[in-house]
């Protein structure tokens, strides 16, 4: 049984990796906004698995992606910000549908996933991310008005159209998604 949670979880990252690379700018957003279906399958893997799954899934997607391409900071911070965005979506998606066990319980946690993660995001992009990213590539020191204005302008609306984007999607694939659950011996107990 866990062998085969493990080879899903390492087939799923995979897959979260190669999704990752699939991705395009929003032309209304700054270009190093970049829109992916990566949390696709770490979603699977928390819903099928339990949140550890998914949250395992994040990690190694971004593993590989600092192993592949690393960074222009040379420390993985665009590897980190996406693990976080990713934990920050998934988690809070998986107990709104674990205590809400329908359809409706699912749309109101991706939605609550969508939130969550936009908010967290901007906070850490403002005290964390955006001021180390700047230090680290030797960049002028933006001001906090300058960083609020971008995470007003930026980071929270790209926050909210990842997650309702990826929401859709899931919610695409929820209904096969879920006969393959009933059938699994692998799954979450309590999904």
């Known amino acids: 049984m866990q062998t085969k949670k493990l080879v899903l979880i390492a087939v799923l990252s995979s897959v979260a990796f190669l999704l990752m690379m699939i991705n395009m700018p929003l032309p209304f957003l700054p270009a190093f906004l970049k829109i992916d279906g990566s949390e696709l399958p770490a979603l699977i893997a928390a819903i099928m698995l339990g949140p550890v799954a998914g949250v395992s899934v994040e990690a190694l997607k971004n593993l590989l992606h600092f192993i592949m391409f690393g960074s222009p900071t040379g420390i993985p911070i665009d590897q980190v910000a996406n693990f976080l ?49 700047t230090a680290l590539l030797n960049m002028p020191t933006m001001s906090g008005e300058e960083i609020r204005a971008l995470i007003v302008a930026g980071i929270i609306p790209f926050n909210l159209i990842k997650g309702l984007a990826v929401s859709v999607l899931f919610v695409l694939i929820y209904p096969k998604l879920s006969s393959v659950m009933r059938k699994s011996s692998y799954v979450d107990e309590a999904a």
């Not at 107990?95 to 996933?113: C, E, H, M, P, Q």
């Open 85 to 133: 965005a990713g934990t920050f979506f998934i988690v809070p998606t998986y107990f709104v549908f674990k205590k809400i066990n329908s359809v409706k319980g699912l749309i109101l946690g991706l939605a609550v996933g969508s939130v969550s993660m936009a908010i967290v995001m901007s906070i850490l992009n403002y005290y964390a991310i955006l001021p180390l990213y």
